[in-house]
């Protein structure tokens, strides 16, 4: 499976995968693509994203 931004191919360094009929992302390379800056709080276990 391919995820394409803009005529790009984004590169993730985890695969998308369907599960129970849904299609799982990378969050952080599609946002990171987009310009945005992912987050992770291992702690609190949250993302936080700034655009």
Request: glycine share 4%.
């Amino acid at each position: 499976m391919r995820i394409i931004i803009d005529g790009t191919e984004v590169e993730c360094d985890v695969e998308p995968i369907v599960e129970n009929e849904r299609v799982l992302v990378p969050l952080r390379a599609i946002l990171e693509k987009l310009g945005d800056e992912v987050v992770w709080d291992e702690t609190e276990n949250t993302v936080t994203i700034d655009r």
